[in-house]
Structures are given as C-alpha cells and as structure tokens.
C-alpha cells in the first residue's frame, strides 16, 4: 500500500483523525505489514484483532522489555527510562502486585460515593455556563481530582501535576511541551521518562511526598505503596518514583481523552444523551465499554521479537520491533460486528482497550471505567442536551488518540 508507513508513524497524521482508511485497507492485504520509520529501523504492524491478542498473550515471544513505543532505544537507555510497562514476568509479577492492591475492583467499587462527589462539584462549578470547553471545564478536572484524593496530594498541586503529566504524553504536541521529540534535539534527556527534563521534576515531587508519609502516615495510596507485603516485599525509591510519574502521566490522560470521546458521541447522538438519564448501571457499563472501544486512546503498544517466529506467512527475526495497533484491531469487522457504528448495548466488547487479554492489563482499568461511567450519568442528570458550537482541536500524536479542545454548549435541567 503506498506511503501507508508515513502515514502511520507521522504525529502529523493523527490531527486530522484517525487514518482508518489505511488501517482498513491493511486488515485485509496486509495484517502483517513491514513499516518503514524516518528515524528507525523499521518495525512489523499488526493491525488484526486475533494477532494484536496473539502478541499480549504470548509474551515468550513478544516482549515489553526493549521498549513500548515505536522509538529505538539503547540498552543504557531502556535500562533507565523501564517502568512497570517495560518489564517482563517475573519482574513484572512482582511489581506489579506490590502496586495492584489500591486497584482492585474490590478497593476501586469504594471510590464511587468519592467520585460521584467529585463529578458533581465539577459540574456544579460549572452551574449557569451553556458554553464552555468540555476539556477544559470537565474531562480535565475529574481525573485530576481524583487522583489528587487517591495521592492524597493538596487541590493546589493538583493544576501544576497534570500539566507535567501532559508534557510528558503529549511530548509531540508543542502545546504542551518546549521538548517536542521529533522537532527538537532531546539526546540530552535520553535517559529520563519520555525523554523529557519534565520527568526530574515529578521524581523531586514525589521524592517529597515519600519521604512526607514515612514521617506522617495517610490513608491514601502513596502510603499504601510504602508497605511490605505479607512476603515482606517492598519497593524502592526510585520504583516509587517511577510509578508515581506513570500514574500522573498514563493514569490521567488516557481517562480525559476517553471522556471527551464520549462528549463527542453524545453531541453527533442527541437522542442518545437524551435516554441516558434513564440507563441503570449495567446499562451505563455497557456504553462506556462502546466509548472504550470507540475512542482507543492508546493507539498501540511496542513489543519486541524475542525469537524468531511466524506470523499470517511472515517471517519476524529476533530483535524485530512489533507495534500492536489497538486502534485497528478494535475496528476488526471479523471480530465485531458493524464496527464503525457505535452500539451503546453492544455486547459481548471485548475490546483491546487497557491492553486486555495479557498480563499488562492497565492497572488503572477499573477506576478508568468508573470514572467515565459515574460522570456520563451526572452529565445526564445535569443537562438536557449538549451540542458543539466549534471544531474540536486534536492532540498531535501517532501514540494517544485525543482531542484536547472540545468547544460545547449545554442546556442545564
């Protein structure tokens, strides 16, 4: 297919949406296609659903190890810029239950009173304004509220936070960052997250609140994460560290663009918003499952060939980069039905949206998921109809799929 590499791996592409003529075009000629990088060595495109679940699952062959994103990496590099989503079993089994217990759908189901709580000062700030940015004003400020209460970091912080967190994701956007990756020369943060100066910054920032709980112990999650196991195993600082940067960059971000998606879908489907109101949970859960899938913020994850293998006639060598294009397989039409409709009862959705069907699950899933569904209930419970009044403005990234400026004008209840 001609020229599909620079469109796939062009940050510039995604301004206009989501090329999904091309990902189409590749399902069905190509599901295994060599890409050409202008800046790397190149890497295999899965673009089918039962490939892209093949490669999460089979991480003996797969792996996260070398990297998440498309980039070449060094070994000095990979070493130092490794989060709990650069690692492998059985460090990352290990890690990852050290970190999972404030995340289980168990701890998660005990937030939602919190939540709600929090959706409704948001909207109620917002009591008597019909047009405002819905990024802004909504999508933006639950996420960062709550992760302001599960942190137990103060309201004040909790603006500065997320701008750095939107440095970092968005680390190909010039509106969020001075250290545009492929516009400017950031050889010299090569070894921080993101390649970003910003990363030193969220490291002090939590090296702070560390060293705040040791002294005085919480009942949020920073203190959680200082506790031994019933092995007796913890984490050090600088594992701390990292995952504190993850949560504010990855836990933050991905949840907001998935929101606005979900805005986006009720102003094209007024009816929609219009039954909403009347949708139990269960309903609810089933939309937001059509919103993930729908939206597919994270567009792909990275793995790296760990032996040769063969792929729909492919022949992958080891050391071969692999990008899995969630954003393609969850538009597989023959794994879903209709896929470029939005079925709000669609059911079964299973989706590859948080990495599912492998052991890197997103640690964030169930929070996300309430999230989302706890504030399109109060949004319906609020307003009576939303609708845009100008075009979005999207985020530049071949990596997060996101628009970052929603103008809309509501009708208040």
Known sequence: MENFAATLTSHDTYLEGVPHDVFKELRTH????????????????????????????????????????????????????????????????????????????????????????????????????????????????????????????????????????????????????????????????????????????????????????????????????????????????????NFFTLMVAAGNDTTRYTMVAGAQIFTERPELFESLISFDDAQAKTLVDEVLRWSSTTMHFRRTVIEDTELRGQQLKKGDKVVLWYVSANYDEEHFEDPFSFRPERTPNDHTAFGLHSAHLCLGAHLARLELRVMFQEMAKAWSHIELVGEGERLRSNFISGTKRLPVRVTWR
Not at 178 to 190: A, N
């Open 30 to 241: 190509d599901p295994v296609a060599w890409t050409e990088e202008p800046e790397g060595r190149g890497f295999w495109s899965l673009t089918k659903y039962d490939d892209v679940v093949y490669a999460s699952r089979h991480t003996e062959l797969f792996s996260s190890r070398y990297g998440i994103r498309m980039e070449d990496m060094d070994a000095e590099e990979t070493e130092a810029r490794r989060t709990l989503m650069e690692m492998d079993s059985p460090e990352h089994t290990r890690l990852r239950r050290l970190v999972a217990r404030p995340f289980n759908p168990r701890q998660v189901a005990e937030y939602e009173d919190a939540i709600r709580d929090l959706a409704g000062e948001v909207l109620g700030n917002l009591r008597g304004a019909t047009e405002f940015d819905f990024v802004k004003e909504i999508a933006r400020e639950l996420p960062m509220k709550m992760l302001g209460r599960l942190l137990g970091l103060p309201d004040e912080d909790l603006d500065w936070l997320v701008s750095r967190g939107d440095a970092l994701i968005g680390n190909t956007d010039p509106e969020f960052t001075e250290y545009v990756v492929d516009q400017t020369d950031t050889s010299e943060y090569r070894l921080l997250p993101f390649r970003s100066p910003v990363a030193l910054e969220l490291f002090e920032y939590a090296q702070a609140a560390l060293d705040a709980r040791r002294l005085h112990p919480t009942h949020d999650v920073i203190t959680a994460l200082l506790q031994p196991n019933k092995d007796g195993d913890s984490l050090d600082d600088v594992a701390l560290k």
